[in-house]
């Protein structure tokens, strides 16, 4: 199962835009990568997810590299409640979809 | 009402005790998964069930027991709990297809083992 890298921790203030990496250089060519966060004390819940081509929903926007080695998810403006442990995951596409968390990247937004 | 479930959402248990976490949900979902997370660290599979009659091992399965009573509900048993399966556990949904397979979590449930 390909792993992904992610830093252990950002800060970003608050209004501004959060620019979260994530290093999967094994990545296969038919491999999701899946974004998704836990707030405190609550279960992880589903982000964004993307293939090849840079994606966007209500939430933030995922832009993945041309290689697909790295991605990077994008809040557009940190509020508070955006405060969270971020996990980028890769999953198989037609496979058994297994999700291997990483540690994550927890991300403290300042007011 | 949530559209997954877990119950206890808390408990407190000694070593050797045999333990049942149980899962249920409203989602339709054919797919349920038990994952536990450490302080610090993500969260790992311990047991996935793709239908009631189909169930699988994770990484971390050894010291634990699952079994789908229906497509609605997925159990974790400890049959001896120890110190070490101190952890929170999630159980999770998910349907094929749907955004990569997003799957849905539940609130958790944080289990002692003194």
């Known amino acids: 199962d390909a792993k992904t890298t992610q830093p252990n921790s950002m800060e970003s203030n608050e209004e501004e835009p959060v620019h979260l990496p994530c290093n999967h250089s094994?990545?296969?060519?038919?491999?999701?990568i899946h974004w998704y966060r836990q707030l405190p004390s609550q279960g992880p819940e589903y982000v964004i997810h993307?293939?090849?081509s840079n994606v966007n929903n209500r939430m933030a926007s995922l832009a993945i590299a041309e290689d697909r080695k790295s991605s990077t998810l994008i809040l557009h403006r940190a509020t508070l409640r955006d405060a969270a442990v971020y996990y980028c995951i890769l999953s198989p596409r037609g496979g058994t979809y297994k999700y291997i968390f990483g540690t994550g990247t927890r991300l403290k937004v300042l007011a | 009402d949530a559209d997954v479930t877990q119950t206890p959402r808390n408990r407190i248990t000694k070593t050797g005790k045999r333990i049942m976490l149980e899962c249920s949900q409203t989602k339709g979902h054919d797919r349920m998964y038990w994952y536990r997370q450490d302080p610090g660290l993500g969260l790992r599979l311990i047991y996935y069930s793709f239908d009631v009659k189909d169930i699988n091992k994770g990484e971390i399965s050894d010291g634990y027991s699952v079994s789908r009573q229906a497509q609605a509900k997925f159990s974790l048993s400890l049959e001896s709990a120890i110190p070490n399966q101190t952890a929170l556990y999630f159980c999770?949904?998910?349907?094929?297809?749907?955004?990569?397979?997003?799957?849905?979590f539940g609130p958790g449930t944080r289990l002692t083992v003194l």
């Open positions: 094994t990545i296969s060519g038919t491999d999701y």
């Open positions: 999770a949904t998910s349907v094929p297809g749907l955004a990569g397979n997003e799957q849905f």
């Open positions: 993307g293939l090849t």
